[in-house]
């Protein structure tokens, strides 16, 4: 290490960042929560979710129904994170700079598990009068250059030194967030979406549901919250051209995910053979989705309000039959947090006292507001 970079006021600069960071990961549902109050025409009943025009269905749409456009020749973001209002939220590396990029910082200062830069697909377009998504081309790090800045930033503003709420932050008092503009606008920035699935044990008349708690140590964001299992970035198991082409596809990102969160299954890192969803878990959710005793659905498309994630929210509904022998194999731990044991009953007072708790992230309430608002079309008699 330099001379420079042990010189107090470096040391008092990340000193800062990581102290902000820290009550930004403490504070994610609440911060997520006043940032949806920045945009209120567009939150999703109280989620920590926003939703642009048309970006929810009038109901869940069947996964088969919906077409996927893949747009590799896409133009690139206008913003990238290098801006001068992103670098205000930045730490100093040395005398002479600041840290240029976000994942740098991290990486040097507040590194988690899992952190590596993967290819994953850019949301571009949402339209549900044709059932369809249109998506580009990004890479892990270059969203989250983009979008733990946003976090961070209203983290600085709204919180104080103990993360109570300092102040009722509003646009003028975060540059970053204003020079992004409308959070619906998919050029402005690159805005990568993760496929969260909220799964439903159905038997006869009784449904219940499992959560996921991210570990803080392993995760960017969302780290101590309960979390819909399975949930994961949209992006390929492999590089190889045979796995972009099989794996662009939402139902093959759930069942990845499925295996991985659930089964234990090594996660699919991007270096390796593409998955092969003929064996298996894989073949076993085929068959039960063939036969119509696992119904899988996308409930709408919507934004963590605080990063500007995007989330694309599904269900699944699985006959007990079917769960039972697939639970018979699930682990209690994986890569990204514990799954919790207690399943949860999918009644007005087991969703709505999660709800209300603040313990679940945005994507996963906003799977439970919308699979609660359409339970009879998921759930008919």
């Known amino acids: 290490m330099s001379d420079d970079e042990q010189d107090p006021r470096v040391t008092a600069s990340q000193q800062e960042w990581r102290a902000t960071r820290a009550l930004l990961n403490a504070n994610r549902h609440a911060l997520s929560q006043t940032a949806a109050g920045l945009y209120p025409h567009t939150a999703l009943a109280g989620t920590g979710l926003v939703a642009g025009p048309g970006w929810i269905p009038a109901g869940p749409v ?41 994942t740098r910082a991290i990486r040097d200062l507040a590194p988690p598990r899992l952190f590596e830069d993967r290819f994953a697909w850019r949301l571009l377009d949402v339209d549900w009068t044709a059932s369809r998504m ?15 800045p946003l976090a961070h930033e209203l983290a ?65 964001a969302a780290g101590g919250m309960l979390q819909v299992i399975p949930s994961g970035i949209f992006q390929p198991s492999s590089l190889m051209p045979a796995a972009r082409a099989a794996d662009f596809d939402l139902w093959r990102n759930v069942q990845r995910e499925f295996s991985e969160e659930l089964l234990g299954m090594a996660e699919a890192d991007g270096h390796g053979q593409p998955v092969d969803y003929r064996s298996g878990s894989f073949g076993v959710l085929d068959e039960a989705r063939a036969a119509g005793r696992l119904r899988v ?40 947090g514990q799954v919790v044991a207690e399943r949860f009953p999918f009644t007005e007072a087991g969703v709505r006292g999660l709800l209300d708790s603040g313990r679940v992230a945005p994507a996963g309430a906003g799977c439970l507001e919308l699979a609660w608002r359409w339970r009879e079309n998921l759930l008919p008699a």
Do not use: K, W
């Open 134 to 148: 249109v998506f580009g081309e990004t890479t892990y790090f270059s969203c989250v250059d983009v979008f733990e």
């Open 297 to 336: 659905a996308c409930l709408g498309v919507a934004l963590d309000a605080l990063t500007l994630v995007g989330e694309v929210l599904t269900v699944m509904v699985v006959d007990a039959e079917v769960f039972d022998q697939l639970a018979a194999d699930f682990v209690d731990r994986n890569d990204e």
């Open 156 to 220: 600085y503003v709204a919180l104080d030194a103990d993360g109570n709420p300092a102040a009722e932050p509003g646009l003028r008092d975060l540059p970053y967030r204003r020079l992004v503009g409308d959070p619906f606008d998919c050029g402005r920035r690159p805005v990568m979406p993760a496929v969260s699935t909220l799964t439903i044990r159905r038997d006869g008349d009784r449904a219940e549901f499992l959560l996921h708690r991210r570990d803080p140590r392993a995760v960017t």
């Open 62 to 102: 069947d996964l088969a129904d919906v077409t996927l456009v893949e747009r590799a020749d896409a133009p690139a973001p206008a913003l990238d994170g290098s801006e001068r209002e992103a670098a205000r939220v930045l730490p100093d590396q040395s005398l002479m700079r600041g840290y240029s990029r976000y």
